[in-house]
């Protein structure tokens, strides 16, 4: 018994030392600190969004709506609070929206990066392409 405590004890150091992910949290792990990755970030938010519309039969029109539901969805409301993710408040997921952007990455308007369509994919845009793209309003 006194053995397995022992072992308990050292695999949960381990974890908390090797950051509990096993990995070196690359491109598709956690980015630094455990923060989400904008992609991560936009596919919570897309989920966090389907799920608030369900419930609420409407879209969340300020940080505070999310605060209940912040534990569930934590990648959105990470990036949402740090400002990694810019999000059209007040706008919901729509399956006709495949040409609008309705999320993105702060850093999307000058060098590009991931975006969250109005229809819930989530897909990678230059900056030129964002600039030129329709926006949810």
Known sequence: MVHFRFFFVFACIMSSISGCSGGSGGPSGPGPGGTPTG??????LQQLLKAYGDEKKAAPAKIADLEKVEPVYPGAYI?????????SWG???SSSGSDTVLAYEKKVPESGGHVLMQDGTVKEMSAAEFNSAKKAK
Request: proline letters at 0%.
């Open 39 to 44: 992609k991560e970030g936009l596919s919570s």
């Open 79 to 87: 990036a949402l609070v740090q400002g990694n993710i810019v999000y």
């Open 91 to 93: 706008k919901s997921l």
